[in-house]
């Protein structure tokens, strides 16, 4: 079983919800034939449980967002009072849940960053972000990498680099694609592909808004930049006028045992997205903060963007709420500390199984990448796979390891490892014995 766009097993017995489901709802990324979404009843802390009377740790955090686990009690809460109190107000109008969010990202997020606006989902957020830029700049291109996935909507799709933008191309004018520091599987050094970008804006002219990246890119294979990369990017970009935008939907809150993904770095982006561990994906919302300066610029030019539910408060109480709990529980540290020992764990499996080619990532967010040949590096999901029907031996392991009780995402040739923050080493253990067995299946699909 899976949470997005792999097919599922919900067994001979299909329930009524899930008849329902098949027959009356879309499935996301999906050949609709393919789709056979299994019944969840609930979930209680990292585990969460199916109709059919199955449980699985949630090692993958669901999307890599249920970042406070399944039993937040104080989100849940906060997002039944502010039901009750005032479901929705016009965005025109203030209220203390937005208000005090606003407040709160200013104070977790890097820098001086300080301004929100508030959506419902990461796409919006990186829409915002676009937007900005392009109105701020009054230029119009936004150069992001190919390795990269920053939404689903006709703007946010066009600046994703895998292989789903492809269906709906050509997207929007003046998004241009670089080269990423994929240290495993590509024959460019990191470092070389940024002086790659270096041209691409010495080329483009005085034309580019931005460069847009995930600071440790996430769903296309959790790429951890070396420790330079990040600094110098925000140089080149401020060199040739152009803005730095970093996009934290996934790596944001707490995932890499630093409140934000740039903060491994210590590098403040101009501006940052953010959505999933924004509200523990306890209600959608998707934020887009910027500097005092971008904001300032916004006080005599028409700030042209919103949506009706721009900053409803019901997700922005969940916002707040989240916030909080990572505070009061000192989920960030925690995910430090107990992310090393998953680091760990994970290279004692790269150890033990000759198909894992390569472990990576920081804090609680991390890939094992698969190989059927080791030497050569040659992957057994490849991008192609990502677009095609059918299934890959990456998906096999996943769906072993779902058959051992662990709930583990993946994409193109990577399994993604990113639990809630609340995770212990016993689960970590437990988990990590799962993935172990499931490891033999790639094992055995090896070339020779
Ligand atoms: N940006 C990044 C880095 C993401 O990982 C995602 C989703 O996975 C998005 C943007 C889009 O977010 P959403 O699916 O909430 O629209």
Redesign the pocket.
């Known amino acids: 079983m899976t949470g997005d766009d792999t097919a599922t097993t919900a067994g001979d017995e299909r329930t009524d919800v899930e008849r329902l489901d098949k027959e009356y709802v879309f499935g996301t990324w999906s050949y609709q034939s393919e789709v056979d979404p299994t019944e969840i009843v609930g979930g209680e802390g990292v585990r969460f449980q199916d109709a059919h009377g199955s449980e699985w740790i949630d090692f993958s955090g669901q ?3 249920s970042n406070l686990g399944h039993s937040a009690d104080g989100v849940a809460d906060a997002i039944a009072e502010q039901a009750r109190e005032g479901a929705y107000f016009a965005p025109g109008f203030a209220t203390e849940a937005r208000a005090k969010l606003g407040e709160k990202l200013a104070e977790v997020t890097p820098g001086d960053l300080s301004k929100t606006f508030f959506s ?7 829409e915002a972000a676009i937007k900005i830029a392009r109105m701020y700049t009054g230029k119009q291109k936004i150069i992001s990498r190919y390795r ?6 006709a703007g ?1 799709i066009s600046v ?1 680099g895998d292989p789903r933008r492809l269906a709906g191309e050509p997207g929007i004018p003046g998004t241009i694609k670089a080269p990423d520091p994929y240290a495993y599987g590509s024959t460019l050094d990191p470092m070389e592909s940024l002086e790659y970008i270096d041209e691409m804006l010495m080329l483009e002219g005085d034309t580019v808004a931005a460069i847009l990246v ?1 600071p440790i ?3 296309n294979g959790i790429l951890v930049p070396p420790e330079e990369y990040l600094p110098r990017l925000k140089e080149i970009a401020h060199e040739h006028d152009a803005l730095l935008i970093c ?5 944001g809150f707490g995932r890499t045992g630093e409140w934000f993904g740039c903060d491994v770095f210590d590098v403040q982006p101009d501006i940052m ?1 953010m ?2 561990g924004l509200s523990g994906a306890y209600a ?1 919302l ?1 934020a887009t903060i910027v500097t005092p300066e971008i904001a300032d610029h916004f006080e005599d030019e028409l700030f042209c963007h919103g949506h009706t539910y721009a900053g409803h408060p019901v997700a922005c109480a969940a916002g707040l709420a989240a916030v909080e709990t990572y505070q009061e529980e000192n989920l960030i540290e925690h995910a430090s500390e107990v992310g090393s020992y998953l680091g760990d764990r994970l290279e004692e499996l790269a150890e033990a199984h000759p198909s894992v080619g390569d472990t990576r990532g920081v804090g609680l967010f991390r890939g094992i990448e698969l190989t059927r040949d080791p030497d050569e590096r040659v992957p057994f999901g490849t991008r192609d796979d990502k677009i095609s029907k059918g299934s890959t031996v990456v998906d096999e392991v996943a769906a072993a390891a779902s058959d051992g009780g662990v709930y583990v995402a993946n994409m193109i040739n990577t399994l993604i490892i990113a639990p809630p923050l609340t995770i212990t080493e016993s689960d970590i253990d437990e988990a990590v014995s799962v993935l172990d067995d499931a490891l033999e299946v790639s094992d055995a699909a090896m070339d020779g």
Not at 148 to 153: L, M
Not at 247 to 251: L, N, T, W
């Open positions: 999307l890599m967002c419902t989902s990461g796409t919006e957020a990186v990269s996935y920053h939404g689903a909507t946010s994703t995930e890119v996430g769903s996009d934290e939907v996934m790596a997205t959505a999933k959608p998707g």
